[in-house]
């Protein structure tokens, strides 16, 4: 066992954070936990996870359940994506392994929504397969011991930390290796304002011997800002209100909003939403009434969505999709038990204190 392994070894016995996956370490709670931490902060995947286990316990329940129940446990992680690849890959491992998670990781990264790393990390961490596993934390932890000045997110980087990772790696161990390092990512060697004092490897650390820790990882340059003006409308037919279900193969694929779009240059947001219903529905709106601005982003991205209460002049007969999978008129009870993208679930939450049209259809 090396120095670097003996140190993060004791370091992680002593300091792991006591998340309920870490329990029993049974496939599917590591699985679920993974796919979930992708591009979230764990405060939030304790949360989501703890709610989809009691609601979907198995390979089994998930194999067999609704989509609307996913993706409503779903709401608010984001990158939905993962959710339809848990289910698609949930029905195959009950159609060819078993409803059980196989330990290859080769196999492993042939499977819907797994890929390499996930692969490698549910054989360590599940199975204690002997493969590293090589996370953002795991590259910022290795490239700033290394002291690399290559950019972390250079193929050659990668390949580095992961040489780097296979060597430390004591047989027998990489649950606890593999964990240990990504723990002290999270912790210690954090982006900004890392404890370098309180590192076990400190002591080994390059980068604190050259005072490199505060210029590296080497990032590439952010990407630009975009910003997106859309609106959106909400059409009340008696006590039901308009709501349609986007496409499986679209940005927030399955989750259901009310119909609306991308504010034009020299467009205002209300003629937008009257616009945009009538391109996306046939149906024909009038008087836009402000109901709010909500904004959200994600990735690089920017929204600020303007809600507004819309009167329906046309008939509901003439309701032709362009642009959704499905639609329907919804209770106001009935909405609140779909899932939705980031904007329309404030919107929805913020209306829930008053459900129901405000003005007359």
């Known amino acids: 066992m090396t120095p670097l392994a003996r140190e993060l070894l004791h370091w992680f016995a002593l300091a792991a954070r006591p998340l309920p996956w870490r329990a029993s370490y049974h496939p599917y709670h590591v699985w679920l936990a993974e796919i979930m931490a992708q591009q979230t902060q764990m405060e939030r995947v304790v949360a989501y996870w703890t709610r989809f286990i009691e609601a979907i316990p198995h390979i089994p329940a998930l194999a067999a359940a609704q989509a609307s ?19 698609a890959c949930a029905r195959v491992l009950c159609q060819d392994f ?49 002291a690399l000045a290559t950019p972390i997110t250079a193929p050659t980087t990668r390949q580095t930390v992961t040489e780097f990772c296979r060597a430390h790696l004591p047989p027998g161990q990489a649950r606890a290796f593999n964990q240990g390092l990504m723990e002290l990512g999270a912790l210690i060697c954090t982006p900004k304002a890392p404890r370098c004092l309180a590192c076990p490897l400190g002591s080994l650390c390059q980068a604190r011997a050259q005072g490199l820790v505060e210029s590296l990882p080497v990032r590439p340059p952010r990407r630009e800002v975009v910003r997106i003006p859309m609106a959106t409308g909400l059409i009340w037919e008696g006590n039901r209100v308009f709501v349609q279900q986007r496409r499986a193969d679209d940005v927030w694929g399955g989750l259901w909003e009310f119909p609306g779009g991308v504010v034009e240059p020299g ?15 046939g149906l024909m709106v009038t008087d ?35 642009e959704a999978q499905a639609a329907r008129w919804a209770t106001w009870e009935e909405v609140c038990q779909l899932p939705f ?9 913020t209306l829930s204190r008053w459900p129901g049209p405000r003005t007359s259809s």
């Open 69 to 87: 129940l996913v993706l409503k446990l779903w709401e608010g992680l984001g990158y939905y994506r993962r959710a339809h690849h848990l289910m």
């Open 98 to 146: 078993g409803c059980q998670l196989p330990a290859d990781p080769a196999v492993l990264a042939q499977l819907p929504g797994i890929g390499p790393y996930v692969a490698a990390a549910i054989a360590s961490i599940a199975y204690e397969v002997d493969v590293p596993v090589v996370d953002a934390n795991v590259l910022r932890v290795a490239t700033r011991f290394l």
């Open 267 to 281: 467009e205002s947001p209300s003629s937008t939403v009257c616009r945009e219903i009538a391109e996306e529905t």
């Open 288 to 322: 836009p009434q402000p109901l709010g601005v909500f904004r959200h982003s994600y990735m690089h991205y920017r929204v600020t969505l303007h809600a507004f209460e819309v009167r329906l002049v046309s008939s509901p007969a003439d309701l032709r999709l362009t």
């Open 341 to 349: 993208p980031a904007g329309h679930r404030q919107l929805v939450a």
